[in-house]
């Protein structure tokens, strides 16, 4: 009978760490809470990691030693696959490659609202040579104190915005520098008939020259309450990078790439847009919680291209942890493609 147990303990064992370590095979993702807890799959590494050391640390008493050792090797695993999953998308680069006369850097950074200053924005955009810069949770009037201290500083930037409500989460800027030409937020985009469900996003399309259709993302966080909502923003942000060559979408998805699987047509992750921290090293580097080392967090923030764009570089900035954000800002150098 302690025999039947102990393998019927360790099935049971083996499919937990198999639907936490690859919920995609089980269409579970975007279900609460596997979608919350593979979010850190970084914390998942360390707590199989652990279990597996207390598996070996159960082995000793002799009864239950098939059992420990069993389970000790299913936690090793699943600490080996997720693990495997991290590596692959990138532990962390914090070069960017010299500017070109195509080059494009694009900077995203969800600022909390007021807790981060328009000067350490200004600051932090001017230092990267940001050419586009989207703020969620950015007020039009931080915004606008932004794009004149960059202007202060020799680096001059257009500001656009959107906004669903009276709070700074409500709230969506895009900086746009003047070389890319004029630019304007699409009315869906603006007056909320076509748009992520609960926190604004924002599509700027060039009014002239041949500049990128950019898209200032910000989901909704999958909070219990709003899984629906979570999962029809991700959607709808799937949808901007359907149809066109020529997109940059950037912000706060509220989702890691564990979240988009299924998103993603024609080898994207998400619409026709591709994950480009993954592609340049960052991929597994958390951009949410500052509280957080980089390692442990949630890679949630993005800068998603389509076809028409090639990544070249990225860094997550960790030295403005203590700004006011519980969000680090990313980072991405990118060509045109040939």
Known sequence: ???????????LGAIAVAVISWPQFFRLERDLPIAQVVSFRALIVVGFAALFVIGLVFAVIRPIRALALSLAVVFLAGAVVNGAILTSRGLGSQTLPDQTDTSVRVMTWNTAGAATSAETIAQAAVAMEADIVTLPETTIETGTEVAVTMGELGHPMWAHH???????????TILISPDLGDYSVIESSADGTSNTSTLPSAVAMPTDGDGPIVVAAHAVAPREDYMAQWRDDLQWLADQCANDANVIMAGDFNATLDHMSGLGVDGGDLGQCTDTAAITGNGAVGTWSTALPALLGAPIDHVMVSSGWTATGSVVLQSLDDAGSDHRPLVVQLEPSE
């Open 1 to 11: 009978m302690l025999r039947l147990f102990g393998l019927l303990l360790t099935v």
């Open 162 to 172: 959107t906004q669903s409500g009276e709070w700074d989460a409500e709230s969506t």
